[in-house]
């Protein structure tokens, strides 16, 4: 029950957030609420089951932290990032999570990138080879500093492929449509790789797929929330929670 007051705690403010004020004093309030986290599962008994039901808790704890930060870039420049940015020949350069360090409180690694190169252009390599937590889901055995939280890329998805997308682009429900969800660790990319998740890789998802944990995945919604996926949910629905406009059914 200590758990669900947290996550609705945290949800107020991801709510708040959306306004352009106190960005950073309630990205400072979630990372108090993570160390809290922390200190549960700590003192959670030490069985299997226990054990992964706070991994899994704190991997959300990481999604509702780079939502917050997605909406405070969005009060800062009005439409989402880009999923990845191009140089003048449209060859992609950075990723949206290289984007939105500064809201992360990874102002001084962000300072470090030179956005003019690739992000593994070896003028980049500190940043390539610093880990950044937020971006690690705690249940997989990450390597090469790989994330496998993804953005949803499309034409009719929440992140557009090199362009920003307005928040008024998104007609449907915003608390059924995917912006970032978990993929599974095999799908894992370099944090900084301006690689995501497209329609055909999320449909794809099925009781077959080896996610992080049991049964399912996490996933952020556009209204702030972040809700366990069950594995076993039709490609007909999951297909539905990425489209961004409002059925004319």
Known sequence: MAIMNLDEDINVKIESARKPRSGKALL?????????????????????GGREAAR?????????????????????????????????????????????LPYLDQTQLYEK????????????AEAFNTRV???????????????????????????????????????ADRGETLMVIEVAPEQSVHWMSPSDADERMIVGFGP?????????????FVDGRVRFLEATIPAAELRAKIGIKKSQE
């Open 133 to 171: 937590p937020v971006f690690q889901c705690p249940s997989t055995a990450h390597k090469d500093n790989n994330t496998t939280y993804m953005a949803v890329v499309g034409s009719n998805n929440c992140f557009l492929p090199s362009e920003p997308r307005q928040l008024s682009d998104i007609t």
């Open 56 to 100: 899994r808790t704190l991997c959300k704890s990481n999604l509702k932290q780079i939502e917050l930060a997605l909406f405070n870039y969005e009060s800062t420049y009005h439409a989402l990032p880009p999923a990845y940015t191009v140089d003048a020949e449209g060859n992609a350069l950075h990723s949206w999570r290289t984007l939105i």
């Open 113 to 124: 990138i030179d956005l003019s190169k690739p992000w593994n252009d070896p003028v980049n």
């Open 28 to 48: 400072n309030i979630c990372m108090i609420l993570v160390g809290i986290l922390i200190l549960i599962a700590l003192l959670l008994p030490a069985r299997r």
């Open 208 to 220: 077959q797929t080896k996610f992080a944990h049991p049964g399912g995945t996490n996933a952020s």
